[in-house]
């Protein structure tokens, strides 16, 4: 998801999470990618019903309400959203015994895959949130010499896109044939499998325009052998960022090597975010009237325009990282948050008060 739609989903889950039931009167409905939006239909008709039994009049009549707002808002699409679709309705009256219902129809930017449906005294965001988290993908290969299983890390999710079997046998004796023979036979149909599995890697790969980094998992020696004589290509090479030993290649053994991973992959965001402080304070430094810091700069530099990156340090809170995105949105600058786990970091805003930008000209 670009800025704009990323800053527009966090608008519209703070409007969300801002709201309390005063009973278990607001209704989350989720439907994921790819499912049948009809077979929703029939689902919340029937939860209509069953609302039927509520005891409490007030929320009886406000979850009934809810459900037949989001079942008309529903019959308006006739497949569901490539990225599925998000709804939520409830009463948002502040005053007791009267009844507002609001209904919020969310088309996420990337897929969701949640089916859901749930009333409670809040909506539920936390699948919305995730969305949000990260717009990286890592790729990963769990390899031995019989399997091997590619798949994708987004976010949280672990995603399986092919497996692939080698046909090599295991470790017997090869009967009637003699030993260097079969281990002739076995090592050029383990070739040909290292082949096979880097073309697919490049097929999937290659051009992956989010693609963040490969992790590389499997018994020793088989992953090392794959990534010296399997043929992948140097691109994809130079993208491994971990291999690391593991038991299984199957989606088990996907889930360890990305449990396996976590310090690599947070190492790689240190080292993103390092880059772009160099970058500021090297231009700070060198070039001076391209680079700004202090909110009144900031904000100078961004209602006129200027401004291509802004930083951001994550020790501001949230609503004024909010405001400063939203400004640079409008003028198609890039935001990137800067932690305070590093001593760049701390520094940054230390010096900055937690906020500078690159310029694409000078202020006068």
């Given at each position: 998801m670009d800025d704009k739609q990323k800053l527009q989903l966090e608008e519209e889950i703070e409007e969300l999470e801002s709201i309390r039931g005063r009973h278990t009167e607001l209704v989350t409905v989720m439907i994921p990618a790819g499912f049948n939006i009809h077979?929703?239909?029939?689902?919340?008709?029937a939860e209509k019903s069953t609302a039927a039994n509520i005891k409490s009049k007030q929320t009886r009549t406000a979850v009934a309400d809810s459900l037949e707002r989001i079942i008309r808002e529903i019959k308006n699409y006739k497949k569901t959203p490539d990225n599925g679709l998000a709804l939520y309705a409830g009463n948002v009256s502040e005053n007791e015994g009267t009844q507002d219902i609001k209904l919020w129809a969310i088309e996420p930017p990337k897929p969701l895959n949640v089916r859901m449906y749930r009333c409670d005294q809040t909506f539920v965001t936390e699948p919305l949130r995730e969305l949000l988290q990260t717009d990286e993908v890592y790729g990963l290969l769990a390899i031995d010499r019989q399997e091997a299983t590619i798949g994708t890390l987004e976010g949280k999710q672990i995603k399986v896109i092919r497996k692939l079997t080698s046909g090599v046998p295991g470790k017997i004796k090869a009967g009637g044939q003699s030993s260097q023979r079969f281990h002739r036979v076995t090592e050029g149909l383990a070739k040909e499998f290292f082949r096979r599995v880097a073309e697919a890697m490049k097929e999937i790969f290659f051009d992956m325009p989010r693609l963040k980094g490969i992790l590389v998992g499997g018994p020793i020696p088989t992953k090392e052998e794959f990534l010296v004589e399997g043929d992948l290509v140097t691109k994809l090479?130079?993208?491994?960022?971990?291999?690391?030993?593991?038991?299984?290649?199957?989606?088990?053994?996907?889930?360890?090597?990305?449990?396996?991973?976590?310090?690599?992959i947070a190492e790689q965001e240190i080292i993103k975010e390092k880059k772009i402080l160099e970058e500021f304070f090297n231009t700070l430094g060198k070039n001076p009237d391209k680079a700004v810091y202090g909110e009144e700069k900031v904000n100078k530099a961004l209602e006129r325009g200027a401004a291509e990156k802004i930083l951001i340090s994550t020790k501001l809170n949230k609503h004024e990282i909010a405001a400063i995105e939203k400004k640079a949105i409008n003028i198609s600058a890039h935001v990137i948050l800067i932690s305070t786990e590093t001593d760049e970091g701390v520094q940054f805003y230390n010096i900055t008060k937690g906020v500078g930008a690159i310029l694409r000209f000078a202020l006068e």
């Open positions: 077979v929703i239909t029939k689902q919340l008709e090479k130079e993208k491994v960022i971990a291999v690391k030993d593991i038991g299984y290649v199957d989606e088990h053994g996907l889930r360890l090597l990305v449990e396996s991973s976590q310090e690599d």
